[in-house]
């Protein structure tokens, strides 16, 4: 009975527990939190949290546009939470920060007003517009270009070390899109100075476009008496290999561009771009709303 006891947590003081909680992960303390109430205390605890929440978080929240003020939160646990859930926009509006739930890992959006947009300030090539969906003041509408290219950089410092991120596009689309069913996207991702990852996608949300043709083959006299004409139909694809967009759970669309690993202790300029400008088609319709920078399972 009494090594049951100890292997539920009744023994142990509660500031061992937390400290033992500290060292595990997010995920693995929620779990533990169902074992025993003892547990359950230790892991709401502002020692357990505290651990979980990035060393430069109140630097980071300090940032916010709002203060850091505005973050209305009791305990370190609920400010953990509420990082998951709602990302805060910081450095003018220009990004927004937030925590990946399960490993407290950093998550960052880089806005398309801190993107390189080739003819973005050109009105008759881009405009920008206010999106009520959007968590950002502005997005970049495309209206009418040649040659589409996109840029942006974040400093490795600012996100989590020993650790691989995913980089996405993030943007939605009129009913209108043209000048993508053809030709895909090249992306370039990686850290300055280093290999980069190149990829290949198509930035229409249908795939590539799709042909219909048809043959018309003469059937052999035979059974019938006269000559009858067969239609076949092979539908085929453009684009039969390659990425697509995919739905986000926020109503948005992304496309992944590449990934790259964090070493601790690095310093650099992570380096993302996109480009299609080998097709020579009119492009227009797409809304970019950022580059989404999140850890990779």
Known sequence: MAVE???CGDELPEGCI????????????????????????????DAVWDRFLPPDYYDI??????????????????????LCDNPILIDGGTK????????????YMLAARSLQIIWVDTPKHWRWITLPESRFSEVAELLDVC???ISGKINTNMLSPDTRYGAYLVFTTKSRTCGFENQPAESSVGIAGHER???TFYLNPQGGRRQYRYQVVPRRLGIFTHH?????REETEDAPKGCHPKQRSDGWMEIELGEFFIKRGQEAEVEISLTEVKGGDRKAGLIIEGIDIRPKE
């Open 5 to 7: 006891r100890i292997a």
């Open 18 to 45: 937390a400290t033992a909680l500290s060292l595990t992960s997010p995920k693995d303390a929620c779990r533990l939190a169902l074992v025993a109430s003892t547990f359950r205390s230790a892991a709401e605890s």
């Open 61 to 82: 929240i300090s940032r916010s546009i709002d203060g850091p003020d505005s973050l209305n939160v009791g305990s370190k646990r609920d400010l953990y939470l509420y």
């Open 96 to 107: 927004s920060f937030s925590l990946e739930k399960w490993s407290g890992k950093k998550c």
């Open 147 to 149: 040659w589409f290219d």
């Open 197 to 199: 990852y190149t990829h």
């Open 228 to 232: 009858m004409a067969r239609i076949l």
